[in-house]
C-alpha cells in the first residue's frame, strides 16, 4: 500500500557529492518521521540522518557538516545531499517513513536500498 522509491545513488570520487530521493507513495493519511540510514558490508545499520515533519534533523557525529536532509511535506519526499564524500561513506543508504495509514494505524516503511560507492 505503501511504497518508498529511493534514487539518486551511484559511484562518485572522494570529495564528491550525491543527492539521494527518496518519495513516498501509496495510500496514508500522513507520514511523521523521515530518515536515512546505510548499511556497510560487514558492518550493522545506522542511522545517518533524520528529520520530523516540522523539519527538526539529528545527524550522525560521522556525517556533521557534510550531509544535509531535508523534506518536502507536498511531494512525501525526503532527500539527503552528501558532500565531501569519504570512502567510509559507501554502504546501502536506506530510505525510511513513519506512516499513518490512517489516524489509528501506524507503520513503518523502508525503501529497498540505493548504492553508494566513494572510490578513487
Known amino acids: 500500500q505503501v511504497q518508498l522509491v529511493e534514487s539518486g545513488g551511484g559511484l562518485v570520487q572522494p570529495g564528491g557529492s550525491l543527492r539521494l530521493s527518496c518519495a513516498a507513495s501509496?495510500?496514508?493519511?500522513?507520514?511523521?518521521?523521515m530518515g536515512w540510514h546505510r548499511q556497510a558490508p560487514g558492518k550493522q545499520r545506522d542511522l545517518v540522518a533524520g528529520?520530523?515533519?516540522?523539519?527538526?534533523?539529528n545527524y550522525a557525529e560521522s556525517v556533521k557538516g557534510r550531509f544535509t536532509i531535508s523534506r518536502d511535506n507536498a511531494k512525501n519526499t525526503v532527500y539527503l545531499q552528501m558532500n565531501s564524500l569519504k570512502p567510509e561513506d559507501t554502504a546501502v543508504y536506506y530510505c525510511s517513513a513513519e506512516v499513518l495509514k490512517n489516524p489509528a494505524a501506524r507503520a513503518d516503511y523502508w525503501g529497498q536500498g540505493t548504492q553508494v560507492t566513494v572510490s578513487p
Open positions: 528529520i520530523t515533519r516540522v523539519g527538526r534533523t
Open positions: 501509496g495510500l496514508f493519511f500522513s507520514i511523521n518521521d
